[in-house]
C-alpha cells in the first residue's frame, strides 16, 4: 500500500480512466484516529511513492471525501460530497494525486470539509499539485 492510501476515504479511485462518475453522495466521512505514534516513525522522502510535503510521518488521521490516484480523462457529474471531518489531522473535500490528469469535474458541491484538532473549518474542496482539471459548477 502506498502511503496516499492511509487515512478515510469515502471514495478511492486509482488507475481509473475513461469513465463517467455521474450522481454520487459522499457523506458522513469521520476520522477519529490519532495523529501519529512513536511506533510509527517518519517516512520523510524515502520512496518515490511519497511525494507530497503532507506525507512526512503517519497519515492515518487523514480524511479526504473523494481521492484520484493516477487517474485520467473521466467526468465527474453531480458529485455531492457533505461532511468530511478528522478530529486529530488534515481534511480534504476533493484530493487529487500522482499524475492524474484530465479529469473533469460538473456540479461538484462540497460542504462542511473540517479539521476539528484545531476547530478550523478548512472548507477546502481540492488539494491539486500540478494536477489538470476542469471544474464547472451550473447552480
Known amino acids: 500500500m502506498a502511503h496516499i492510501q492511509k487515512g478515510v476515504h469515502g471514495l ?22 490519532l495523529d501519529s505514534h512513536p511506533l510509527c516513525g517518519t517516512y520523510g522522502k524515502l520512496y518515490a511513492s511519497n511525494p507530497g510535503p503532507d506525507h512526512n510521518g503517519y497519515s492515518g488521521c487523514q480524511t479526504r471525501g473523494l481521492s484520484l490516484v493516477a487517474s485520467t480523462n473521466n467526468d465527474f ?3 455531492h460530497i457533505n461532511q468530511v471531518e478528522s478530529y ?5 473535500g476533493v484530493q487529487i494525486w500522482n499524475k492524474s490528469s484530465k479529469n473533469r469535474f460538473k456540479n461538484l458541491v462540497i460542504d462542511q470539509v ?10 477546502d ?15
Open 125 to 139: 474542496f481540492s488539494s491539486v499539485d500540478g494536477i489538470d482539471f476542469t471544474l464547472e459548477n451550473d447552480m
Open 12 to 33: 478511492i479511485l486509482q488507475d481509473f480512466s475513461s469513465s463517467l462518475v455521474h450522481d454520487v453522495k459522499i457523506y458522513e466521512v469521520i476520522n477519529y484516529g
Open 114 to 123: 473540517r479539521t476539528l484538532a484545531d476547530s478550523r473549518d478548512e472548507s
Open 77 to 79: 457529474v453531480d458529485v
Open 88 to 92: 486529530h489531522c488534515d481534511s480534504w
